[in-house]
């Protein structure tokens, strides 16, 4: 591997977009980029199913995603596709193969990278499906971070008659469906980067997203966030916590800065990266304003955000902190471009998690900006035109204004009570604002002054100071239990709520329940009950419960006032094959305006399926109607209108053709002009069932013909589940030796990565069980279905069925044995399924891990679990959490030297939010090698080791939090240092143990075993007081553990481990509470022996 960093080369436009530059235009050309790249591993074979895994604050689950867990070490030169778009003063390279996104953003007046340029694509483990880079912009939706983050999207270059260029990417987002297209674009006349949203749900129920615009910017010390100047406090993910800002008056992600304050002058502002010494977040809770952004005070130069805070009202900063976790996470992320900062904006949302709803068939358009600044310094203003600065240091002031355009005659003004106190009149454009000092004679506050740059009679920016309310923001709160929660509608918004932000550890089911039990009647409950199991396939008790709600909305009003419950009854009915009264529902549905577009396409669908052409064409008008530019609308017209025939079909093809023109990126659209051809296959599968559904089935067939080709790529493997809805489609038209063919392709297809998702995939497989329940491979797809929706008794009889039909796929299996456990079997038959599979694939790392989780739950002996992971081979030590593993076995079978030895020997690649793992199990076998050495009298070795520990090395790829306990190492320096007659070292190390707290460790302390070392070392001080507070913390925690709900905290944020069995916590929780009482009496009985 080359050592060599090599800077990304940008290649000169070619002679045509040469010459629109030169005439002050926009520029847009296509030229790879050879860029220094690690590539990810090829992502697991397995689905994983990780439900209660938390995210970014929310759901980390990621099926039907193929997950990676692992980059590959060796660095090569890749060829990436890349956009480039420029102007006189911008230049961006966009990359369509990593989401869209922007990779470079350069101010062309300064020579800055106004957004971090990366020189390296060096993924780490921090994107929800695995591999995730740094740098440039990032755009996440319908979740953080983009699922779809290290995947290719769609392009097209619309060039407008205004001389503006848009660059638009377009994909189906990999989890919901939904459709997302953003336009990157530039004029010729500002200096501003235009981004053009559009969030469309093609689903038929309702979706929740967030948008998060991801600016990353280098930092350093003097690098400055800002933010409107009406910004009193900041909150954490969730609101779970605040502060104020910029200066934190209060302990914030367990640094206490007003104590750091008190030592260094400024400790305390977090506007500054480099006072922030652990990974943080923080985002407003509110402003009157639309900006914010970043200044580098070296280069002189920064940029602001822009958006309209009615419905971006997000604006946070991330970093990963500048101290040994950040400087780990800079190594994973870059080779030589060093720290940044993340500067976010939020559309629709402003906190982490913080989701809105989307209906069906809704479309949601919103703009987002950018624009570089110049020598101004941090902006306290700025509108789409111009930016305004203004410091005020006693009597002297300085006064900035950047514009992004070019003016002539720009008027700047500053006043004070009416009074002006200076005016200038210069040229401001951008790369050349405009600054000046000014002596006001006497002291001043800045909010006293007001700042007015105009052009022409009109006010570009002006600054004055908003009425700020110094009340301190809310805080959020975990809901109580359902039974304590008095009011039913409480009951129920707190369901919807976990719904609606994705809750990973909170079922929102029992609160629904919970408000039946009150009133069996209540239709709010019943319909959101109806929604989760119309979700899960459970279309016979969703209907039952929307049957219900019927009742109880029509008991006394016969039209109510909204027609959701109808629509889903409709969409029920519909899947069940009763179309005639899919019809009606869908009929009352349409009384509600706002279901107007998805109860007028039921209608069409069911209308033509009827064999009722002319009536679907009348209720596909109706949908566009409702919504001209909806390319389902258009779509059903299409279809309904070829069903028709004659002039009706040949107008159909004309508006289809404008509405490609207006879209080309739209896939229906594409898939009815003969023209679909996705970088993601999926789709083909995805618009095949979309297109049945209409009428289109022929169609339907060829599409779903052309999936069965495509090959397994990192977005799934579309082969087999389009083979059996071939089989289906081709079932509907009555050709029974093509459904036959295509059943055969389909249980022969490649399996690899065929994770079937959605009401479709399940529909086709139920319809190919129903002719052959004997079918091995349809039974273990639908076991992983089933599995996934939750439904696991019902799993487990598909993938036992799939088992006795003698399947010998290792992915199968091993479903299989996550489904025993995940029903409450025995452990013993799962291991018996595991080992199966292990037999199927020999040496797997993932089965070797998860049959390790198994035999840790079973409780296996050390030594077992040592000779089954042997047995497996050296390469199944590849995974890094088997490692993990591995090292903590070596040193619980008294083999600490071949635990570090081995951990020393490899390097480390750790999930965001799961750092410190590998540091606890290399301090546990450096602890123990130390005991070995000092109870062999090697006193010298001892300190020596421990010493060096003191630095974690960096191959094992994460950086000391300092709030770690790491008390057992400095209690055996201590001692080694004493056995070395180093009195005064040794009392040095115990007094460095026998520290819990302090301002980099202020926030709440969780009593562990670890703790007990710091009483050990306070008792080599002589403190026997502190050590007894020890012994009685570690009683005390021990006695809530044993009190404690079996639950996760409400307001985690990140808990990265790939919870694969569910299995009840309170065996764990209590043997935990058992060792804690246990290490108290044990140093209780030791202190009185010494005595």
């Known amino acids: 591997m080359s050592t060599e960093n090599h800077p990304i080369e940008l290649p000169d436009a070619p002679a045509d977009q040469r010459r629109v530059l030169e005439a002050g235009g926009v520029a847009c050309w296509e030229a790879p980029l050879e860029i220094d790249t690690y590539e990810p591993a090829e992502p697991d074979r397995y689905p994983l199913f990780l439900d209660r895994r938390v995210y970014q604050g929310s759901s980390g689950r990621v099926y039907p995603i193929p997950f990676t867990d692992r980059i590959l070490p060796e660095r090569t030169r890749r060829t990436w596709r890349a956009i480039h778009l420029e102007n006189r003063w911008i230049r961006l390279v966009l990359l369509p193969e990593l989401g869209g996104r922007i990779h470079i953003g350069f101010d062309k007046t300064r020579g800055y990278d106004f957004f971090y340029r990366n020189n390296?694509?060096?993924?780490?483990?921090?994107?929800?499906?695995?591999?995730?880079?740094?740098?440039?912009?990032?755009?996440?939706?319908?979740?953080?971070?983009?699922?779809?983050?290290?995947?290719?999207?769609?392009?097209?270059?619309?060039?407008?008659?205004?001389?503006?260029?848009?660059?638009?990417?377009s994909d189906l987002d990999q989890l919901q469906r939904m459709r997302a297209s953003h336009g990157i674009r530039l004029r010729g006349d500002r200096a501003v980067i235009e981004l053009d949203v559009r969030l469309v749900n093609r689903t038929e129920v309702p979706q929740t997203f967030l948008w998060w615009s991801n600016v990353a910017a280098r930092s350093h010390?003097?690098?400055?966030?800002?933010?409107?100047?009406?910004?009193?406090?900041?909150?954490?993910?969730?609101?779970?916590?605040?502060?104020?800002?910029?200066?934190?008056?209060?302990?914030?992600?367990?640094?206490?800065?007003?104590?750091?304050?008190?030592?260094?002058?400024?400790?305390?502002?977090?506007?500054?990266?480099?006072?922030?010494?652990?990974?943080?977040?923080?985002?407003?809770?509110?402003?009157?304003?639309?900006?914010?952004?970043?200044?580098?005070?070296?280069?002189?130069?920064?940029?602001?955000?822009?958006?309209?805070?009615?419905?971006?009202?997000?604006?946070?900063?991330?970093?990963?902190?500048?101290?040994?976790?950040?400087?780990?996470?800079?190594?994973?992320?870059?080779?030589?471009?060093?720290?940044?900062?993340?500067?976010?904006?939020?559309?629709?949302?402003?906190?982490?998690?913080?989701?809105?709803?989307?209906?069906?068939?809704?479309?949601?358009?919103?703009?987002?900006?950018?624009?570089?600044?110049?020598?101004?310094?941090?902006?306290?203003?700025?509108?789409?035109?111009?930016?305004?600065?203004?410091?005020?240091?006693?009597?002297?002031?300085?006064?900035?204004?950047?514009?992004?355009?070019?003016?002539?005659?720009?008027?700047?003004?500053?006043?004070?009570?009416?009074?002006?106190?200076?005016?200038?009149?210069?040229?401001?454009?951008?790369?050349?604002?405009?600054?000046?000092?000014?002596?006001?004679?006497?002291?001043?506050?800045?909010?006293?002054?007001?700042?007015?740059?105009?052009?022409?009679?009109?006010?570009?920016?002006?600054?004055?100071?908003?009425?700020?309310?110094?009340?301190?923001?809310?805080?959020?709160?975990?809901?109580?239990?359902?039974?304590?929660?008095?009011?039913?509608?409480?009951?129920?918004?707190?369901?919807?709520?976990l719904v609606q932000y994705r809750h990973p550890t909170r079922a929102a089911e029992p609160y629904f329940r919970e408000a039946l039990r009150r009133d069996p009647g209540d239709s709010r409950a019943r319909l959101a009950l109806a929604r989760l199991a119309y979700d899960r396939g459970l279309l016979g008790e969703a209907l039952e419960h929307l049957d219900l709600a019927v009742e109880r909305l029509t008991r006394r009003n016969l039209n109510p006032e909204r027609g959701d419950v109808h629509l889903l009854r409709g969409l029920v009915l519909e899947r069940l094959g009763r179309l005639e009264e899919a019809a009606d529902a869908f009929g009352k549905a349409s009384w509600d305006g706002a279901l107007a577009l998805p109860a007028a396409l039921g209608r069409s669908r069911t209308a033509l399926r009827l064999g009722d052409a002319r009536r679907a064409l009348e209720f596909a008008d109706a949908a566009a109607a409702a919504?001209?530019?909806?390319?389902?609308?258009?779509?059903?017209?299409?279809?309904?209108?070829?069903?028709?025939g004659g002039a009706t079909a040949a107008a159909a093809d004309a508006e289809l053709a404008a509405a490609r023109a207006l879209d080309p990126l739209d896939p229906l659209l594409a898939a009815l002009a003969g023209e679909l051809d996705p970088i993601d296959a999926r789709t083909l599968v995805t618009m095949a069932h979309e297109l049945h559904r209409m009428g289109a089935t022929p169609l339907a067939a060829e599409l779903a013909r052309r999936a069965e080709a495509a090959p397994a790529t990192a977005f799934g493997n579309p082969a087999p589940l389009a083979g059996y809805a071939s089989a289906s489609f081709h079932r509907a038209t009555g050709d029974a030796q093509a459904a036959a063919e295509a059943l055969h392709r389909a249980r022969t297809a490649d399996p690899r990565w065929a994770f079937p998702s959605?009401?479709?995939?399940?529909?086709?497989?139920?319809?190919?069980?129903?002719?052959?329940?004997?079918?091995?491979?349809?039974?273990?797809?639908?076991?992983?279905?089933?599995?996934?929706?939750?439904?696991?008794?019902?799993?487990?009889?598909a993938l036992d069925a799939a088992l006795a039909a003698g399947i010998d796929d290792p992915v199968v299996w091993r479903n299989a044995a996550v489904a025993v456990v995940n029903t409450g079997g025995a452990l013993d038959e799962a291991d018996r399924r595991y080992r199966r599979a292990l037999e199927l694939s020999p040496g797997d790392a993932r089965l070797v891990f998860e049959r390790d989780q198994l035999a840790a739950l079973s409780g296996a002996s050390v030594a077992d679990r040592i000779s089954a992971i042997e047995a497996a081979g050296p390469g199944a030590l590849v995974r890094d959490d088997l490692a993990v593993v591995w090292a903590g076995l070596l040193v619980d079978d008294a083999r600490p030297a071949e635990a570090l030895d081995f951990l020393t020997s490899r390097r480390f690649q750790p999930f965001e939010g799961g750092e410190g793992r590998v540091i606890a199990?290399?301090?546990?076998?450096?602890?123990?090698?130390?005991?070995?050495?000092?109870?062999?009298?090697?006193?010298?070795?001892?300190?020596?080791?421990?010493?060096?520990?003191?630095?974690?090395?960096?191959?094992?790829?994460?950086?000391?939090?300092?709030?770690?306990?790491?008390?057992?190492?400095?209690v055996l320096l201590g001692d080694a240092r004493d056995r070395l007659g180093d009195r005064a070292g040794a009392e040095l190390a115990w007094r460095r143990g026998a520290r819990i707290g302090g301002p980099l460790a202020a926030g709440e302390h969780i009593v562990s075993e670890a703790d007990a070392w710091v009483g050990a070392a306070r008792l080599r001080l002589g403190d026997l007081a502190g050590a007894e507070e020890i012994w009685t913390s570690l009683e005390q925690r021990a006695a809530a553990l044993e009190a404690a709900a079996d639950r996760v905290d409400y307001f985690a944020t990140s808990l990265p481990e790939l919870l694969l069995f569910r299995v009840d916590t309170a065996e764990r929780r209590l043997a935990e509470a058992e060792r804690l009482r246990?290490?108290?009496?044990?140093?209780?009985?030791?202190?009185?022996?010494?005595?």
């Open 221 to 497: 010390e003097r690098y400055q966030s800002f933010f409107p100047t009406d910004v009193r406090y900041v909150a954490d993910h969730a609101r779970r916590a605040i502060t104020a800002f910029p200066r934190a008056d209060r302990p914030y992600y367990g640094v206490d800065y007003p104590a750091l304050a008190s030592e260094r002058p400024d400790a305390d502002r977090i506007d500054l990266y480099s006072n922030i010494p652990v990974p943080t977040s923080y985002m407003i809770t509110d402003t009157a304003d639309d900006f914010f952004g970043g200044y580098d005070h070296d280069a002189g130069a920064g940029f602001v955000h822009w958006a309209d805070r009615a419905v971006a009202p997000g604006k946070k900063q991330w970093t990963w902190g500048d101290g040994e976790v950040g400087r780990a996470w800079d190594r994973h992320l870059t080779d030589a471009d060093g720290p940044y900062v993340e500067l976010m904006a939020g559309v629709f949302t402003d906190n982490q998690p913080d989701f809105s709803w989307l209906q069906p068939g809704e479309t949601r358009r919103f703009s987002q900006y950018w624009y570089p600044i110049q020598e101004i310094g941090p902006a306290v203003q700025a509108t789409l035109e111009a930016a305004v600065s203004l410091e005020v240091h006693g009597s002297q002031t300085r006064v900035g204004v950047a514009t992004t355009a070019e003016f002539e005659s720009v008027r700047i003004e500053v006043a004070r009570d009416g009074a002006t106190l200076a005016e200038w009149t210069h040229r401001v454009a951008p790369g050349r604002p405009f600054t000046a000092d000014l002596d006001l004679a006497a002291p001043a506050h800045r909010d006293e002054l007001v700042v007015r740059a105009s052009a022409g009679g009109r006010t570009l920016v002006e600054w004055r100071a908003h009425r700020a309310d110094a009340a301190e923001p809310w805080v959020a709160t975990e809901p109580p239990a359902p039974a304590d929660i008095a009011a039913s509608d409480e009951l129920v918004l707190t369901g919807i709520h």
């Open 627 to 644: 919504s001209p530019a909806s390319p389902q609308a258009i779509a059903a017209r299409v279809v309904a209108a070829h069903a028709v």
């Open 120 to 169: 390296v694509i060096k993924p780490a483990l921090v994107g929800l499906a695995g591999p995730w880079i740094s740098g440039g912009v990032e755009f996440n939706w319908p979740q953080h971070h983009r699922p779809a983050t290290y995947l290719p999207v769609e392009t097209a270059i619309e060039r407008d008659a205004d001389g503006s260029v848009t660059v638009w990417h």
């Open 758 to 797: 959605g009401l479709d995939d399940l529909a086709v497989l139920e319809a190919a069980l129903a002719d052959d329940p004997g079918d091995a491979r349809a039974n273990g797809y639908l076991g992983c279905w089933l599995l996934d929706a939750g439904r696991t008794d019902d799993a487990l009889r």
């Open 1078 to 1091: 246990r290490a108290a009496a044990d140093r209780r009985s030791g202190q009185a022996a010494a005595a």
């Open 921 to 970: 199990v290399w301090d546990r076998a450096s602890c123990a090698v130390a005991r070995e050495l000092l109870a062999a009298g090697d006193a010298a070795a001892a300190a020596d080791l421990l010493e060096r520990g003191t630095h974690v090395p960096e191959q094992l790829g994460e950086g000391r939090h300092p709030a770690t306990v790491v008390a057992e190492r400095f």
